[in-house]
T-cell receptor, first 121, second 116 residues
């Protein structure tokens, strides 16, 4: 079963406007973390923002904010005042428990399929 | 810090050849991850290490894939023999295991593999 769902394969936004990229997740863990990464056309993966499941405030990092709705299991990324340089793929990821070869609990990041954001001038 | 360093950046090889991808994590990071990215399957976790010990290799597609981490500053992902369906971008990432920044992955630039 898909753990992270990004329903928007592509999004368009006008420069200087705000845009919301959707992400829903599925987990039975009480403690988990949600991440957003940006991948520009050059290919590198850039960490943007993190939200812990117990954090009561929505995370913010500059023009990025995470709209965390725990009951709905959604963690949407909001980019304010879009810039041309924001054009990229955006990936939502969740930290989840994984099995360990030696027993015990460990964690891994599972990524969604991504949303391609295009900022128009 | 120079970040996570991967080599080679690009590799073109023929089916049946052995491929070795290399990764140097950020100094002080004690978790290392190998991901594969394709258009069809997105980003898939292949294997990860904590303190040089393989923790979860359930994502390794088959026995042709193997990964090692002989010390805290070096890891390899080997494919032998390679097949065209192995063509992908392979990312190495590292993070702290605990504390601030735990599980925030820093990615390398990736190794683009093409198997003809």
């Amino acid at each position: 079963a898909q753990k992270i769902t990004q329903t928007q394969p592509g999004m368009f936004v006008q420069e200087k406007e705000a845009v919301t990229l959707d992400c829903t997740y599925d987990t039975s863990d009480q403690s988990y973390g949600l991440f957003w990464y940006k991948q520009p056309s050059s290919g590198e993966m850039i960490f943007l923002i993190y939200q812990g499941s117990y954090d009561e405030q929505n995370a913010t990092e500059g023009r990025y904010s995470l709209n965390f709705q725990k009951a709905r299991k959604s963690a949407n990324l909001v980019i304010s005042a879009s810039q041309l340089g924001d054009s990229a793929m955006y990936f939502c990821a969740m930290r989840e428990k994984t099995r360990s070869n030696s027993g015990g609990s460990n964690y891994k990041l599972t990524f969604g399929k991504g949303t391609l954001l295009t900022v128009n001038p | 810090d120079a970040g996570v360093i991967q080599s080679p950046r690009h590799e073109v090889t023929e089916m049946g050849q052995e491929v070795t991808l290399r990764c140097k994590p950020i100094s002080g990071h004690n978790s290392l991850f190998w991901y594969r990215q394709t258009m069809m399957r997105g980003l898939e976790l292949l294997i990860y290490f904590n303190n040089n010990v393989p923790i979860d290799d359930s994502g390794m597609p088959e026995d042709r894939f193997s990964a090692k981490m002989p010390n805290a500053s070096f890891s390899t992902l080997k494919i032998q023999p390679s097949e065209p369906r192995d063509s992908a971008v392979y990312f190495c990432a590292s993070s702290h295991l605990v504390g601030l920044g735990a599980n925030v992955l820093t990615f390398g630039a990736g190794s683009r593999l093409t198997v003809l």
